[in-house]
């Protein structure tokens, strides 16, 4: 199936919204086997939507349109889509009825010119959006079907999954299960997994598996599809190839599937009824941040101390208000402090001393990490080179990782491909 996602919008074309919709549809349909061939950008203009529906009408079997589906007067999709499919936009009672209950519900009186937003081609299917006013619809250009969808991602992403994705599916006749197994890993390089990894598709002889990653700094995602007669078959094909890519991978693992660092840091606390505080430099508090507002963390997360100059993190902890640098004995030290001042069963030091001077690919930072528990203090050092946010963002998913070993103990000074030795 040839399929072409086309966005709407002129913020999108430039480049004052960063179009992130895109690059979430076209990877969620890879991940079912279904290949975008084309991608296409389109400003608020009658002409060149129209010029572009009729484009893609001519070459694509599917069409994903995204945005332009609000109730003002530069959402065009279903005024253009009438148009380019020959038929009259007409108002869609049941849309409208959903639309005044949604907003009832809500204490509010629906503006007249949301009423817009439930005027759909005479021939729209509608693609139902629990969550928004935005109706999606679906309906034959030329030789394509189109799905139009609204641009606000939480409302697009429930849509593509819930009524696009099956749609497309049931058009191309797929009736085997497909199923996608997810390994979240950080300290190697997609290069260097893909190298571990070797061979790991022939272990499935029919071809029934594909290998595929998704690099997404400071972390790396390790994908499996899978394909089956059924869920049984899936699990059976999937069994003994995840189970080697546990091994081969190894350590670096940090999370599978829906989970996350953080929330296999924060369920490893709660399981062992611990407490945590977290001290950190440089790094703006995103270490705390990944956890803090997490369900349950209430119960675990005690105190965070941020400061960008080291002597200050140390006031915050109760030790003397010096200058000292970013040291595995100095991260040891705040650490146990920090651990007695917040009455927390485990403490964590992130600490960073940044090159000085204009950033630039050989800038960097060196980074000391230490994870204080009652009787034991671990550490680790490292030097990041790549940039501020590079050394900001490794040093905060190198503090968490740490910490993940400590609590599910393993070693915690494991080089990774992206320091410098």
């Not at 061939?37 to 002409?47: A, C, L, N, Y």
């Not at 400071?218 to 049984?232: H, I, N, S, Y």
């Not at 507002?293 to 010096?322: I, M, N």
């Not at 001077?357 to 790549?386: C, H, K, M, P, Y």
Request: with cysteine; proline share 3%.
């Amino acid at each position: 199936m040839r399929i072409e996602i086309l966005c709407t919008g002129d913020e999108v074309l430039t480049g004052k919204i960063v179009n992130s919709n895109f690059s979430y549809m076209s990877q969620k349909l890879e991940d079912v086997g279904l290949s975008v061939i084309w991608g296409t950008t389109v400003g608020d203009d009658r002409e060149r939507l129209l010029e572009a529906f009729r484009l893609a009408s001519s070459r694509a079997d599917a069409v994903i349109v995204n945005g332009g589906l609000g109730p003002t007067v530069d959402d065009l999709s279903q005024e253009i889509a009438a148009k380019a499919a020959g038929v009259e936009l007409v108002l869609n009672q049941e849309w409208f009825a959903k639309m005044e209950e949604f907003f009832t519900r809500r204490g509010r009186a629906m503006p007249p010119n949301n009423k817009k937003q439930a005027m759909l081609p005479s021939t729209a299917e509608i693609l139902d959006n629990p969550i928004g006013t935005a109706c999606g619809f679906a309906l034959d250009i030329g030789k394509a079907r189109f799905f139009f969808t609204p641009g606000v991602p939480r409302e697009l992403r429930r849509m593509l999954e819930e009524q696009i994705i099956p749609r497309l599916l049931a058009k191309v006749g797929r009736s085997v299960t497909i199923h996608l197994k997810r390994f979240h890993s950080y300290g190697l390089g997609e290069s260097h997994v893909d190298t571990l990894l070797t061979g790991i598709e022939e272990m499935a002889p029919d071809g029934s598996i594909k290998l595929g990653f998704r690099a997404h700094y400071p972390q790396l995602e390790t994908k499996l599809l899978v394909r089956g007669d059924d869920m049984d078959d899936v699990r059976r094909k999937l069994a003994p190839v995840e189970a080697e890519v546990r091994k081969r991978v190894g350590n670096f693992i940090l999370a599978e599937d829906d989970q996350t660092l953080e929330s296999v840091v924060l369920q490893a606390l709660l399981s062992s009824g611990s407490t945590l505080a977290i001290a950190e430099s440089f790094t703006s508090g995103q270490v705390a941040a990944r956890i803090a507002h997490l369900a349950g963390a209430e119960t675990v997360f005690r105190r965070g101390a941020v400061a960008r100059d080291l002597a200050h993190v140390r006031a915050a902890v109760g030790l003397e208000p010096k200058s000292v640098a970013a040291t595995p004995e100095t991260a040891r030290e705040i650490a146990e402090a920090l651990r007695g001042h917040a009455g927390a069963s485990h403490a964590l030091a992130v600490l960073v001393d940044l090159d000085e001077g204009a950033d630039r690919l050989e800038f960097g930072g060196n980074i000391a990490i230490a994870v204080a528990s009652e009787g034991e203090t671990v550490t680790r050092q490292s030097r990041l080179l790549g940039g501020r946010e590079w050394v900001r963002l490794g040093a905060v998913e190198m503090g968490l990782d740490c910490l993940r070993r400590y609590l599910q103990r393993l070693p915690v000074d494991e080089k990774i491909d992206f320091e410098k030795r």
